[in-house]
C-alpha cells in the first residue's frame, strides 16, 4: 500500500508559464498499443499480451493480473471497477466487480463489537473477492485469448519474481499484524526470527498456493476446452472453480478459521455485473463514471458546477481557480457523503437531480467568492427530479436547515459535521494523511482496433489476511460502509450490498470517439486529482504527461471513506488546504484571506495515468506520473 502524499514539484502560476512546462519523464507514444499500470512489471505483462495478438482488454486483464500478484496496493481478494470502450457497439460499458459484505454484516453486529464503523484491518474487513470474477467477466464477453493466455504473466511471477523495495519494505512494516493470520505469516514473512522477517529488496519471492489457486482455474478452463466448450464457456468453467468449487471451499475455511463472515454462500451468491454508466456532457466532452456505488459521480457534478465560470480566464493555480475548484469539490463531496450508494438497495437515490445542470447551478451561485464555506453541507436534488426529499428529517437531525431561497449562501447550516480549527492539526496527522490516501492503483490501455479500458482496482493490500491456503489476500473494503443512516441513508452495511467506494476509472469521449482514458490512485482524493487532471487538459492544453505531473490541490473538506473506528476520525476538516510547496506567496496570502488553512507538500497528487487519443495523427499520448513506480509502454 502506496503510504506517502504524491505529487509533481512544478512552480506554474499563470497560464503563460505553461509553455515552458518540462516533464520529468518523456510522453508516451504508440501506434498498435498502449498499456499502462502501477508497477513495471505490470505493464510488460501488458505488452506480452499485446505482442501475442491480445486486444486491449487481454492486456487489461494480464496487467491487473499482474499487479495483484504482486501485493503492494490489491491483492487477488480485493476488487475491479472498470470501463470499457467498445469499438464494435461505440458504446462505454461499466464493469462492476465490487465484492458485497457477507452474511451476518450489520449494523447491529459491528456495534456490538464496540465498532463505529466496520474495521480497516482483519477477517471482518473483507467484503467478498471481486477481481477473479472481474477478469473472468471482462475476458470472456470483450477479450480474445484463453485465461490460461492472459494469465501466464501472474503466474510466472507468483512462481517467483524479485519483489520492488516497496512492496518488501510494506510487508516488513506491517510484520505486527501480519504475524497475527497464520497464511500471511506463512506467505509473506519467509524470514521468520530473523531481524528482517519480510523478503529483502531484489530478493525472489514465491508463492506457491496462490500459483496453485491460478493453476486450479486454468485447469478448470483447459478441461472445458476439452470437453468441446467455447472459450466463453470455459472461462466461466474457470470462475465457478473459484466461487463454487474446490477454491470457494478452501478460502471459506480459512476465513472461518481467522473469525471473518463469508461464507460458501456467499461467494456463489455474488457476481461481477455490467451495469450503465454514469456521465454529463462538459463543453462538448463526454465524461464517463460509474454508478453512485463509487464516488465517480462526484467528479461529474464538480464539472456541473464549474462549467458556469471561465476556469481558463482565471489563469492556472491562481487563488481564484484554486478557490473555485475546492467549492465546487466541497459541493459536490458533500453530496457524495450523504447520497451516494448502491443503487441496487434502493428505489429513491437522485441521481437524476443531482446529476442535472440546474442543480449544478443552484449549488454554484452558493459558492462565496470571499472566503471559504466552513458549513457546506448537503443540497436537495430530489426537487430537481420531481419529487420531495425524503430524507430531510436526517438532514435536520444533523444540523442541516435546507433552506428554499437559492441568493442566500450558505443555504445548509452543519452543526454537527466539521472539526473546528481548534481540535484540527494544522500540520495534518500521519494516520489522517493515510486514510486519505490510501492506495490502489490503475490499469489503461487501448488498441489500434478502438478498444479502450480504464480499471481502477484495489482492495487486500498490504497488510492483509490471506484466506487459508489459497495464497489471496482477503478485501479490507468493509470499511467503506457506515454504521448510521444520519452519516449516509444509502450506504449503511447490510449483507450483499456493495459499500460506497473511492474507486473510480475514467473515460472521455468527444465527437463520438474515444479523448482519454484515465485514473489515479489515492483514496478520498481520487476524483479531485482527476478532476484537475481532465481540467488540465480540456481548459490549459496539457499532454497527458504534463498533466500527469502537475501540481494539484487538494481538499479535507469531506467524510473519510477509509479507516478510523472514531467518528471524529473521519469528519470534514473545513478550510483544509493541501498545496504544492511550490505554491508562490501572493496565491498563500490571498488563500488565507479567505480563511483557510494551508499545508505544503512536494507531491499533491497519486499517480495518474492516462491515455489520449489523438485522431489527427491516427497515434496515441500516454501519461504516466513522475512518481511512484507507475510505469507505461507503447508500440
Not at 505486527?176 to 522477517?197: C, M, N
Not at 483514496?523 to 484537475?532: A, F, H, M, P, R
Amino acid at each position: 500500500m502506496k503510504k506517502y502524499i504524491l505529487g509533481f514539484v512544478i512552480t506554474i502560476a499563470c497560464v503563460a508559464n505553461l509553455k515552458a512546462q518540462q516533464t520529468q519523464k518523456p510522453p508516451l507514444h504508440g501506434k498498435d498499443w498502449v498499456a499502462i499500470t502501477g508497477k513495471p512489471l505490470a505493464a510488460t505483462a501488458g505488452s506480452m499480451v499485446f505482442q501475442k495478438g491480445g486486444n486491449a482488454v487481454d492486456a487489461a486483464c494480464a496487467m491487473l493480473a499482474a499487479t495483484c500478484t504482486m501485493w503492494d496496493v490489491l491483492s487477488w481478494g480485493g476488487e475491479t471497477q472498470a470501463l470499457i470502450y467498445n469499438p464494435k457497439t461505440k458504446k462505454v460499458i461499466a464493469i462492476s466487480a465490487m465484492g458485497f459484505a457477507p452474511t451476518g454484516a450489520t449494523p447491529a453486529f459491528f456495534k456490538g463489537k464496540g465498532f463505529n464503523y466496520p474495521p480497516e484491518y482483519g477477517p471482518l474487513a473483507a467484503t467478498t473477492p471481486g477481481t477473479p470474477g472481474g477478469i473472468c467477466l471482462m475476458l470472456a464477453n470483450y477479450g480474445s485469448m484463453s485465461l490460461k493466455e492472459v494469465l501466464a504473466p501472474a503466474m510466472d511471477l507468483a512462481a517467483g519474481y524479485p519483489i520492488d523495495a516497496q512492496t518488501a519494505n510494506s510487508i516488513e512494516r506491517g510484520k505486527a499484524l501480519i504475524k497475527t493470520w497464520p497464511y500471511s505469516k506463512k506467505v509473506l514473512l519467509p524470514h521468520l526470527g530473523e531481524k528482517r522477517e519480510a523478503p529483502e529488496a531484489g530478493e525472489i519471492f514465491v508463492q506457491k498456493d496462490l500459483l496453485n489457486t491460478l493453476q486450479k482455474m486454468v485447469d478448470a478452463e483447459q478441461a472445458a476446452l476439452k470437453q468441446g466448450k467455447s472459450r466463453k464457456e470455459a472461462i466461466w468453467a474457470a470462475y465457478d472453480r473459484f466461487y463454487k468449487g474446490d477454491i470457494a471451499d478452501e478460502f471459506v475455511r480459512g476465513v472461518k478459521e481467522q473469525g471473518g463472515l463469508i461464507t460458501k454462500e456467499d461467494l456463489a451468491n455474488w457476481k461481477p455485473v455490467e451495469e450503465a454508466t454514469t456521465h454529463v456532457n462538459y463543453k462538448g466532452i463526454e465524461v464517463y463514471k460509474l454508478q453512485p456505488w463509487t464516488q465517480g459521480p462526484a467528479l461529474l457534478q464538480a464539472l456541473n458546477i464549474l462549467e458556469n465560470f471561465d476556469l481558463k480566464g482565471m489563469g492556472y493555480n491562481s487563488a481564484k481557480y484554486i478557490h473555485t475548484v475546492y467549492q465546487a469539490m466541497n459541493l459536490s463531496f458533500a453530496d457524495r457523503d450523504f447520497y451516494y450508494g448502491d443503487p441496487a438497495f434502493s428505489t429513491n437515490q437522485p441521481m437524476t437531480g443531482l446529476l442535472s445542470k440546474s442543480y449544478a447551478k443552484q449549488r454554484a451561485s452558493e459558492i462565496n467568492w470571499k472566503a471559504n464555506n466552513p458549513n457546506v453541507g448537503p443540497g436537495d436534488p430530489y426537487p430537481f427530479e420531481g419529487k420531495t426529499n425524503p430524507y430531510l428529517n436526517l438532514l435536520k437531525s444533523r444540523g442541516f436547515t435546507p433552506n428554499s431561497d437559492t441568493t442566500r449562501k450558505n443555504t445548509f447550516l452543519p452543526a454537527h459535521d466539521a472539526i473546528s480549527k481548534n481540535e484540527m492539526n494544522l500540520n495534518t496527522d500521519a494516520a489522517y494523511m493515510d486514510r486519505l490516501w490510501r492506495g490502489t492503483t490503475t490499469v489503461e490501455s487501448a488498441d489500434k482496433e478502438g478498444w479502450v479500458v480504464s480499471i481502477t482496482p484495489s482492495g487486500g493490500w498490504l497488510p492483509a489476511v490471506i484466506a487459508g491456503n489459497t495464497g489471496v489476500g482477503m478485501s479490507q473494503r468493509m470499511q467503506s460502509f457506515v454504521l448510521d443512516s444520519t452519516i449516509n441513508p444509502f450506504n449503511v452495511v447490510a449483507p450483499g450490498k456493495r459499500p460506497r467506494v473511492t474507486l473510480t476509472p475514467s473515460i472521455a469521449m468527444k465527437d463520438g470517439k474515444p479523448m482519454m482514458a484515465f485514473g489515479v490512485q489515492g483514496g478520498d482524493t481520487q476524483d479531485q486529482n482527476l478532476l484537475q487532471f481532465f481540467l488540465n487538459v480540456v481548459e490549459f492544453g496539457m499532454t497527458m504527461q504534463e498533466a500527469s505531473e502537475a501540481a494539484n490541490i487538494n481538499t479535507n473538506q469531506l467524510w473519510l471513506s477509509l479507516g478510523g473506528n472514531k467518528v471524529d476520525d473521519r469528519k470534514p476538516r473545513p478550510g483544509n488546504l493541501l498545496l504544492n510547496n511550490n505554491v508562490p506567496d501572493w496565491v498563500r496570502k490571498e488563500l488565507r484571506a479567505m480563511g483557510y488553512t494551508l499545508s505544503f507538500e512536494e507531491r499533491t497528487s497519486g499517480p495518474i495515468n492516462a491515455i489520449y487519443f489523438d485522431w489527427k495523427h491516427h497515434s496515441m499520448w500516454g501519461g504516466s506520473s513522475n512518481h511512484g513506480e507507475d510505469y507505461g509502454i507503447g508500440w
